[in-house]
């Protein structure tokens, strides 16, 4: 099955998507200085970036940045006065992101906040509210960032979390890890939050089964 989804993806995007020697680039940097393969594919980078013009977003916050493949994507897509601000944890792939958002000319437009997410968001004001927030980071984080999230968004806005199929495992009673447990968590709060409406989507392609949750502020 992994190489039926694979190959699908090799051939739509053969189709749909152009050469882009910025985005080569940042995976190229991104392995040559050992970061781990886990950035969006190719057909989920232009998704965010769809997403990102499709709503008309000029503010972006991005929790999860590993070498800035997804923030290249959706800090194109943002207009000229737009901004991206997006949060990672370790300083070696803040530093590769850093050199990759660059490289795409994009340095004007991306924010790279160095240091744990959950202590980068709860000093971030909610006077200039973003009107998109991905998240991509620990997975046992997610409810924090979530509701941090929130707060940090105008009513309309969208609030996507990835990862959160996990091949299924979410969803299977008998199993548990620190990963699974941080999305069930994230899935329970939203049962009862009458401020967002939310479904999740599973995806299947050269990253495997998946999925993420799209959250609507109301």
């Known amino acids: 099955m992994q190489e039926d989804w694979a190959r699908s993806d090799t051939y739509h995007n053969s189709f749909l998507l152009l050469p882009d020697e910025a985005l080569d680039f940042a995976k190229a940097n991104g392995a040559k200085n050992g ?103 620990d997975k046992p984080g997610n409810l924090a960032y979530f509701l941090e999230a929130k707060r940090l968004t105008k009513n309309g806005a969208v609030i996507i979390i990835d990862n959160v199929v996990r091949r299924g495992k979410v969803a299977d009673p008998e199993y548990t890890d620190a990963n699974v447990e941080g999305v069930r968590k994230l899935l329970t709060h939203l049962k009862t939050d009458r401020e967002v409406d939310a479904t999740t989507i599973s995806t299947v392609g050269e990253k495997g089964w998946d999925g993420f949750t799209y959250t609507l502020k109301l």
């Open 35 to 137: 970061l781990p393969d886990i950035a969006v594919s190719a057909a989920q980078g232009k998704y965010l970036d769809l997403l990102v013009r499709s709503i008309g977003a000029k503010r972006v916050l991005e929790v999860g940045t590993l070498g800035g493949y997804s923030s290249i994507w959706m800090g194109r897509a943002l207009p000229d006065d737009g901004e991206l601000v997006t949060l990672e944890l370790d300083e070696k792939h803040a530093t590769v992101a850093s050199e990759n958002v660059a490289h795409a000319g994009l340095a004007d437009k991306v924010k790279i906040v160095q240091g744990a997410a959950a202590d980068s968001l709860a000093k971030m004001p909610a006077d200039k509210p973003f009107d998109l927030v991905f998240i991509d980071a």
